[in-house]
């Protein structure tokens, strides 16, 4: 169990330096003119050179790799260009919100889909599958911002006037805390619910044919004991999988959603810098999120030891 | 008094392209502590018509009695039929390594049988039952492999645990589904040898479902041939060994290596099992038999029962083994004996003579189709039913 979880970790620091390499080739070296956007418009030549002095550009590409690869290691991002904080400490903020975000929409789709695709499955081709089938289809076909707004609408329809401060930019994320989150929480995982409940409806179905699901019924064992502690034990294999992906993925594409919301995460920091060229601030997200990639495969890998004793022992 | 009586069973499952008619009207017995042997290639209802038996066939058309120890099962009610499962009825499987829920402890796996119809067992005691369980079954050192996944056990241990589980609540009937086609043909002797060991312990009747006429041999009392969802033969084992009557089982026989009455070749059934589907017309074997009559196409023979005539003295018998061993075979008319074809009911066995005979009999049929009608007139009715 040990020797595999440093295996993994192992390959997660492997994918991490692959990631950061790419990253460094593709903006420093590919599209990096830096002293443009520091200096502005109007800065001399003499200015100009001085930037990429003092960012070190004008040294050999080798050495500023290493530097790179060297401040990374210490979890030193560099500093923002436009702001001249550290980019660490820039995502950090942001990276809690994202965060929140994430995991509370997280628990609610993988309940809502784990729940409903079981409910299809044991009832398939039945009214309530038929019903799923539509909500799997209008949640797979709707785009975010027209899932978030019809959810502000919503709400404001009841409220009014009223609720509408609570989604505006601002103020720190304790204030009004669930008030505030539950919107974006259900708008979020409403995007995800579907494609679970496909999920665990196909897994599902596909592990109430084994012949260990007949055995289970052969013993006497009552339906509800067949159906959730014999066959869906062993259908989440999938779900897990998935789960670790999307989590890990999603902490970095939750545009849309937290520009509806009013929520500063980590996607609209990376809106705002592509825009104004902050090029640490990309490069820094993009290994955060990397790293979150990473850390919600390790732990989805883990949780496979836990759910299947075969995963354990090979 | 019999334990497990069917009658005129039969399970048809609508499908998409039409309704599979697996099971048409098949009845059986089993008395306590005998053994019925069921035997068919793939697709002849043989499992359908067990696992229907104890509720194990969603989206089935049944119909049909089956009446165990007082009870109609066909008729009972989810929670009852519960009860009887694994209790009173236990089951094995083919292939024991996808019968076990592989996430599971093997232990854990009989503990929660024994707990779910005994609610007052304690998980110690429930344990302490299902090492002593491992152990009856031969597993080695039970009290530590109760803790083993059945992907740490080798194949025949995996199936030695299914029966610790199929027995572990002395149920009255074990239906055993092809218990030892997974298995290497070492293991597979231990594993017979072990259920008839287990039968004897506890009294139990089994009923062994297997396309292997040597699984047959060594474990069955009565067998009933299925082909394409009804019966074909049903006789005591010996009879249906020495004194086959339908073509079917004389294939089967035929085409199983060392089988008696044949020298050197196997001689396999030409053609393929039928569609339940769309089911020949007439017999459903005619299409494969080498006997097959103008009426064998048309009408579909009942199933009547044999007859052969006691050979006379000095007369070598039907059945007579080639190394010139005479079986003792048990003649009497006493209704064990049933074959469903329009052959003469007279021709029984294996050898050339009586292969001469059937073909005879079949050429004489079809030549005088419409005067004697009946290639089967010498039988004596009564048979019929």
Same mark, same amino acid.
């Given at each position: 169990?040990?020797? &595999?979880?440093?295996?993994?970790?192992? &390959?997660?620091?492997? !994918?991490?330096?692959?990631?950061?390499?790419?990253?460094?080739?593709? !903006?420093?070296?590919?599209?990096?003119?830096? %002293?443009?956007?520091?200096?502005?418009?109007?800065?001399?030549?003499? $200015?100009?050179?001085?930037?990429?002095?003092?960012?070190?550009? @004008?040294?050999?590409?080798?050495?500023?790799?290493?530097?790179?690869?060297?401040?990374?290691?210490?979890?030193?991002?560099? $500093?923002?260009?436009?702001?001249?904080?550290?980019?660490?400490?820039?995502?950090? @903020?942001?990276?809690?919100? $994202?965060?929140?975000?994430?995991?509370?929409?997280?628990?609610? =789709?993988?309940?809502?889909?784990?729940?409903?695709?079981?409910?299809?499955?044991?009832?398939?081709?039945?009214?309530?599958?038929?019903?799923?089938?539509?909500?799997?289809?209008?949640?797979?076909?709707?785009?975010?911002?027209?899932?978030?707004?019809?959810?502000?609408?919503?709400?404001?329809?009841?409220?009014?006037?009223?609720?509408?401060?609570?989604?505006?930019?601002?103020?720190?994320?304790?204030?009004?805390? =669930?008030?505030?989150?539950?919107?974006? =929480?259900?708008?979020?995982?409403?995007?995800?619910?579907?494609?679970?409940?496909?999920?665990?409806?196909?897994?599902?179905?596909?592990?109430?044919?084994?012949?260990?699901?007949?055995?289970?019924?052969?013993?006497?064992?009552? %339906?509800?004991?067949?159906?959730?502690?014999?066959?869906?034990?062993?259908?989440?294999?999938?779900?897990?999988?998935?789960?670790?992906?999307?989590?890990?993925?999603?902490?970095?594409?939750?545009?849309?959603? %937290?520009?509806? &919301?009013?929520?500063?995460?980590?996607?609209?920091?990376?809106?705002?810098?592509?825009?104004?060229? @902050?090029?640490?601030?990309?490069?820094?997200?993009?290994?955060?999120?990397?790293?979150?990639?990473?850390?919600?495969?390790?732990?989805?890998?883990?949780?496979?030891?836990?759910? @299947?004793?075969?995963?354990?022992?090979? | 008094?019999?334990?497990?009586?069917?009658?005129?069973?039969?399970?048809?499952?609508?499908?998409?392209?039409?309704?599979?008619?697996?099971?048409?009207?098949?009845?059986?017995?089993?008395?306590?502590?005998?053994?019925?042997?069921?035997?068919?290639?793939?697709?002849?209802?043989?499992?359908?018509?067990?696992?229907?038996?104890?509720?194990?066939?969603?989206?089935?058309?049944?119909?049909?009695?089956?009446?165990?120890?007082?009870?109609?099962?066909?008729?009972?009610?989810?929670?009852?039929?519960?009860?009887?499962?694994?209790?009173?009825?236990?089951?094995?499987?083919?292939?024991?390594?996808?019968?076990?829920?592989?996430?599971?402890?093997?232990?854990?796996?009989?503990?929660?049988?024994?707990?779910?119809?005994?609610?007052?067992?304690?998980?110690?005691?429930?344990?302490?039952?299902?090492? #002593?369980?491992?152990?009856?079954?031969?597993?080695?050192?039970?009290?530590?492999?109760?803790?083993?996944?059945?992907?740490?056990?080798?194949?025949?241990?995996?199936?030695?645990?299914?029966?610790?589980?199929?027995?572990?609540?002395?149920?009255?009937?074990?239906?055993?589904?092809?218990?030892?086609?997974?298995?290497?043909?070492?293991?597979?002797?231990?594993?017979?040898?072990?259920?008839?060991?287990?039968?004897?312990?506890?009294?139990?009747?089994?009923?062994?479902?297997?396309?292997?006429?040597?699984?047959?041999?060594?474990?069955?009392? /009565?067998?009933?041939?299925?082909?394409?969802?009804?019966?074909?033969?049903?006789?005591?084992?010996?009879?249906?060994?020495?004194?086959?009557?339908?073509?079917?089982?004389?294939?089967?026989?035929?085409?199983?290596?060392?089988?008696?009455?044949?020298?050197?070749?196997?001689?396999?059934?030409?053609?393929?099992?039928?569609?339940?589907?769309?089911?020949?017309?007439?017999?459903?074997?005619?299409?494969?038999? #080498?006997?097959?009559?103008?009426?064998?196409?048309?009408?579909?023979?009942?199933?009547?029962?044999?007859?052969?005539? #006691?050979?006379?003295?000095?007369?070598?018998?039907?059945?007579?083994?080639?190394?010139?061993?005479?079986?003792?075979?048990?003649?009497?008319? /006493?209704?064990?004996?049933?074959?469903?074809?329009?052959?003469?009911?007279?021709?029984?066995?294996?050898?050339?003579?009586?292969?001469?005979?059937?073909?005879?009999?079949?050429?004489?049929?079809?030549?005088?189709?419409?005067?004697?009608?009946?290639?089967?007139?010498?039988?004596?009715?009564?048979?019929?039913?």
């Amino acid at each position: 169990m040990i020797r &595999f979880i440093i295996r993994r970790l192992l &390959f997660g620091v492997l !994918v991490l330096w692959l990631v950061s390499t790419s990253v460094f080739l593709c !903006v420093f070296v590919a599209a990096g003119h830096p %002293e443009q956007v520091i200096g502005g418009p109007r800065a001399t030549t003499e $200015t100009r050179a001085l930037i990429r002095h003092n960012l070190g550009l @004008d040294e050999p590409l080798a050495v500023q790799y290493a530097r790179f690869l060297g401040r990374l290691a210490q979890g030193d991002l560099g $500093t923002s260009y436009i702001y001249q904080t550290p980019v660490a400490r820039m995502i950090g @903020d942001r990276l809690q919100t $994202t965060a929140v975000l994430v995991l509370g929409a997280s628990v609610l =789709w993988l309940a809502g889909g784990v729940l409903i695709g079981v409910l299809s499955a044991t009832r398939a081709r039945g009214l309530a599958d038929r019903f799923a089938t539509l909500f799997v289809l209008v949640g797979l076909s709707m785009p975010a911002f027209v899932v978030g707004l019809l959810a502000l609408f919503l709400l404001f329809s009841k409220l009014g006037d009223a609720g509408i401060h609570l989604f505006e930019p601002g103020p720190p994320l304790q204030e009004h805390f =669930w008030k505030r989150m539950i919107l974006p =929480w259900i708008a979020l995982a409403f995007l995800l619910i579907a494609g679970y409940t496909r999920l665990t409806r196909g897994s599902m179905l596909d592990v109430l044919g084994e012949d260990y699901i007949r055995t289970a019924r052969a013993k006497g064992l009552s %339906e509800r004991r067949v159906v959730y502690r014999h066959g869906l034990r062993a259908a989440m294999t999938p779900v897990v999988t998935q789960f670790g992906v999307d989590v890990g993925t999603l902490i970095g594409s939750t545009i849309v959603t %937290e520009k509806v &919301f009013g929520l500063q995460g980590v996607g609209q920091l990376v809106v705002q810098s592509i825009t104004v060229g @902050d090029t640490p601030v990309i490069l820094g997200v993009v290994m955060a999120v990397a790293l979150c990639v990473v850390v919600a495969n390790l732990l989805v890998d883990i949780g496979y030891s836990f759910l @299947d004793p075969r995963v354990r022992l090979s | 008094m019999k334990l497990l009586e069917v009658r005129d069973l039969r399970v048809a499952f609508p499908t998409a392209d039409g309704v599979v008619r697996a099971v048409r009207g098949v009845s059986f017995s089993v008395e306590a502590g005998r053994t019925l042997g069921i035997v068919g290639e793939s697709g002849s209802g043989k499992s359908v018509s067990t696992q229907t038996l104890m509720g194990l066939t969603p989206g089935a058309q049944v119909s049909g009695e089956a009446w165990f120890d007082g009870q109609d099962l066909l008729a009972m009610p989810e929670r009852q039929m519960r009860r009887v499962r694994g209790a009173q009825i236990g089951m094995i499987f083919q292939d024991p390594l996808s019968s076990l829920h592989p996430h599971y402890k093997v232990g854990w796996q009989i503990v929660e049988m024994i707990r779910e119809h005994e609610p007052d067992t304690g998980k110690a005691a429930a344990r302490k039952r299902a090492v #002593e369980m491992l152990g009856l079954v031969g597993i080695p050192q039970p009290d530590r492999r109760v803790d083993d996944y059945p992907h740490q056990f080798s194949g025949g241990m995996r199936q030695r645990a299914m029966i610790a589980m199929a027995l572990a609540l002395h149920p009255k009937l074990i239906i055993a589904d092809e218990p030892t086609t997974a298995l290497d043909a070492t293991v597979q002797m231990q594993i017979l040898d072990l259920m008839r060991r287990l039968q004897r312990e506890f009294d139990t009747a089994l009923i062994m479902i297997t396309h292997d006429l040597g699984v047959i041999a060594d474990m069955a009392d /009565d067998v009933l041939v299925m082909y394409g969802g009804r019966e074909a033969e049903v006789a005591g084992r010996r009879t249906l060994y020495y004194r086959p009557h339908h073509p079917y089982t004389v294939g089967l026989l035929e085409s199983v290596p060392s089988a008696p009455g044949v020298g050197g070749r196997l001689k396999p059934i030409p053609g393929q099992p039928p569609s339940l589907i769309n089911l020949p017309s007439g017999c459903v074997f005619h299409p494969r038999c #080498e006997y097959v009559m103008e009426r064998c196409r048309v009408d579909e023979p009942p199933l009547r029962e044999v007859v052969a005539t #006691e050979p006379a003295p000095g007369e070598e018998p039907a059945g007579a083994l080639p190394g010139g061993d005479l079986p003792r075979v048990d003649l009497r008319r /006493d209704g064990t004996h049933r074959s469903a074809c329009w052959l003469p009911h007279t021709a029984v066995g294996l050898d050339a003579g009586v292969a001469a005979a059937r073909r005879a009999a079949s050429e004489a049929a079809d030549a005088g189709a419409g005067a004697a009608e009946d290639a089967d007139g010498a039988e004596p009715e009564g048979g019929e039913r």
